[in-house]
């Protein structure tokens, strides 16, 4: 069997950063979203059409692709990372590689994501490799310390070797409407990250309506984030589909007004393969096959990976193995 996965690295080539504009508070006051209008169509994007056999196959190929492989516990330790890295090296299992013939694909995540203290743990553990490490910064996942002390974390986390910043926001400033100043910190974080891009964390699922999820999306794009992103993982609601569409309906109206294409990442509940063939549905429909790359789509994921494998071994044998056959870290 021979699965095709598009080059990302022909798809990043043309690709332009975000490089940031001046607060349009005009365009914030005109932002609008129709709640029951999102709601009745993510209603549609999981059952309108659905991929089956090869073509599934594919299509979760692609979805490791876009996977930040990710541990964010209070209980992480060295060792769990380098375990982590070394999934990360070898996401699927050697024999169901060599069932789909891919190997020549070398399919690995997008990255690996972890807490600052480990970030040059896991900067050592893929060494050789192009997978970049993400560090979640900014005092995650509440971001409430001095503003001075998560520039500095987000500086050393650089230091350390990160090559991506998954920084919160203060949801409290979306809450009481002060875009003056969350623009203005997310400004000096993407200052502070310099050559890493930035990704932007909401925390959407505490910011109360559709209209400041929103609205803070619109912010943190034109403060120059190279990616928008749900939740930490933390909150009560984490991604939801209706949140998603507000989200990547702001990315495509800045892309219209702009001409500047910014990254998605969902994060937070994602953790059966039918729900990330959703999200990559999701994303083709509303912007486009562009944005199923990984310079423009992320999963934050943990679990998700170990029932892509049980799903993968299942389209290739009839047959569902046990979470247990697929070690993560």
């Not at 997978?131 to 900014?138: G, K, L, R, W, Y």
């Not at 999701?282 to 944005?291: A, D, F, Q, T, Y």
């Amino acid at each position: 069997m021979s699965l095709k996965i598009v080059d990302s690295q022909s798809q990043t080539a043309g690709h332009k950063r975000n490089p940031g504009f001046p607060l349009d508070l005009d365009w914030v006051e005109r932002v609008r979203m129709n709640r029951s209008a999102l709601e009745r169509r993510a209603g549609t994007i999981g059952t309108r059409r659905s991929v089956k056999k090869d073509h599934q196959l594919a299509w979760l190929l692609k979805a490791v692709t876009l996977m930040d492989l990710t541990t964010l516990n209070s209980d992480d330790t060295p060792g769990r990372v380098e375990r982590l890295c070394a999934k990360a090296r070898n996401p699927i299992r050697a024999d169901l590689i060599e069932a789909m013939g891919v190997k020549k694909l070398g399919v690995t995540p997008a990255a690996v994501c972890v807490y600052h203290n480990f970030v040059a743990t896991a900067v050592r553990a893929l060494e050789g490799t192009d997978i970049p490490v993400a560090a979640v910064s900014t005092a995650f996942p509440h971001g409430l310390t001095p503003l001075k002390i998560r520039l500095a974390e987000i500086e050393a986390s650089v230091e350390d070797g990160a090559r991506e910043i998954d920084i919160v926001i203060e949801r409290g400033m979306v809450l009481s409407g002060d875009w003056q100043g969350l623009y203005d910190q997310v400004r000096a974080m993407r200052a502070a990250c310099g050559e890493a891009h930035i990704k932007t964390i909401l925390g959407t699922g505490e910011l109360a309506t559709l209209n400041n999820v929103a609205k803070a999306s619109l912010v943190c794009m034109l403060a120059g984030a190279d990616f928008i992103k749900t939740s930490t993982g933390k909150e009560k609601t984490n991604a939801t589909l209706p949140t998603s569409l507000a989200m990547v309906r702001m990315i495509r109206w800045f892309h219209e007004q702009t001409g500047i294409e910014i990254g998605y990442k969902p994060a937070g509940g994602i953790s059966k393969a039918k729900d990330a063939l959703t999200y990559m549905a999701l994303m083709r429909e509303e912007l486009g096959r562009n944005w199923l790359e990984p310079h423009l789509f992320r999963f934050g994921a943990s679990s998700l990976l170990t029932d892509i494998e049980r799903q993968i071994e299942h389209g290739i044998t009839g047959h569902y193995a046990a979470d247990y056959r697929f070690a993560m870290a």
